[in-house]
């Protein structure tokens, strides 16, 4: 069960795009359609942004999106908005039948 | 309203048990697979326990198996999370989350464990 990985930070200014990688294994993230990414701010609960690797929750801007490919997921933020600036965490399902976090991603809107 | 509280959390010491419950409202907690997630002070979310809609599947991270229970009571839209032989790693915040779509799309606010001597 070792955690996803995840850069520690990425940094963009408002309106650039930014993607934050999530890498995993063939149990992991290879195999499973199973990835979500998590948006929290400090204090605060986390947030579902992206669901099954792709599918976006009701109420989240069509600016976040989701891709895979082989052991990798990916979280592409589009025209940045200062409040997009927290800490992004994937999660897949595993082989074993357990749930795998990565170790988050601190993102600073410039 | 849709919603998840926790309670049960505090100052235990090291060996000591504890045990968590989570109350839901604005929905029918048999109807959802539920989790246990964790984030110690500063650090990232950890993903601690699951189990299924009729509790009669359970599954663990490593660092809890044998030491953590999760449950739910079905009937009092409950879920908890019994934990023994406490060690001073599992000082964390303790959310738990609705199962949906293989995503956690709701959370509580979650509640403070801390243990120390």
């Known amino acids: 069960q070792s955690a996803l990985t995840q850069p520690p930070s990425v940094s963009g200014s408002p309106g650039q795009s930014v993607t934050i990688s999530c890498t995993g294994t063939s149990s992991d993230v290879g195999s499973y359609n199973r990835v979500s990414w998590y948006q929290q701010s400090p204090g605060t609960a986390p947030k579902v942004i992206i669901y099954e690797v792709s599918n976006r929750p009701s109420g989240v801007p069509d600016r976040f999106s989701g891709s895979k490919s082989g052991n990798t997921a990916s979280l592409t933020i589009s025209g940045l908005q200062a409040e997009d600036e927290a800490d992004y965490y994937c999660n897949s399902y595993t082989s074993d039948s357990t749930w795998v976090f990565g170790g988050g991603t601190k993102l600073t809107v410039l | 309203e849709v919603q998840l509280v926790e309670s049960g959390g505090g100052l235990v010491q090291p060996g000591g048990s504890l045990r968590l419950s989570c109350a839901a409202s604005g929905f029918t907690l048999r109807s959802y697979w539920m989790h246990w997630v964790r984030q110690a002070p500063g650090k990232g979310l950890v993903w601690v326990s699951q189990?299924?809609?009729?509790?009669?599947?359970?599954k663990y991270a490593d660092s809890v198996k044998g030491r953590f229970t999760i449950s739910r009571d079905n009937a009092k839209n409950t879920l908890y999370l019994q934990m023994n032989s406490l060690r001073a790693e599992d000082t964390a915040v303790y959310y738990c989350?609705?199962?949906?779509?293989?995503?956690?799309?709701?959370w509580g606010q979650g509640t403070l464990v801390t243990v120390s001597s």
């Open positions: 989350a609705r199962d949906g779509h293989y995503a956690y799309n709701v």
């Open positions: 189990i299924n809609k009729d509790a009669t599947s359970t």
